[in-house]
């Protein structure tokens, strides 16, 4: 990898272990990039193999809530919660592509 992503990692780094202010503000920023893929990701699960819960919560029948258990009771939707958390969490350290240099960085 390039020098670029080597200095992205390391500023990632010294973020989370800078101290408590800096650590605080990294783990809240983790954490809100983790709950916005987790709601994609998962709302397109469901929306993709789980309509009549949807359709469920969006009549009032039940509570976005029964959402949130239905994945934490059913293995493979738990197993893909995972993924999604272990990748959002860990895409501050992963290197991206420059277009205008076609290069990872």
């Known amino acids: 990898m390039s020098a ?8 990632e780094w010294n973020a989370l272990t800078g101290g408590p202010l800096s650590a605080g503000w990294w783990l809240i ?3 809100l ?3 916005f893929a ?25 509570s976005v809530v029964s959402l949130v ?3 934490s009771t059913t293995p493979d939707y738990l197993a893909i919660a995972g993924i999604v958390f272990v ?8 290197p991206r592509r420059n277009r205008a240099t076609n290069r990872w960085e």
Do not use: Q, Y
Request: proline fraction near 2%; aromatic fraction near 6%; hydrophobic fraction near 60%.
């Open 69 to 71: 258990v239905l994945v």
């Open 4 to 11: 670029s992503w080597r200095r992205k990692v390391r500023r």
């Open 87 to 94: 990748v959002a969490l860990l895409l501050p350290f992963l």
């Open 38 to 62: 987790e709601v994609v990701f998962m709302g397109l699960v469901l929306l993709n193999s789980e309509m009549a819960a949807i359709e469920a919560v969006n009549s009032g029948d039940a």
């Open 29 to 31: 920023k983790a954490g």
């Open 33 to 35: 990039r983790v709950v």
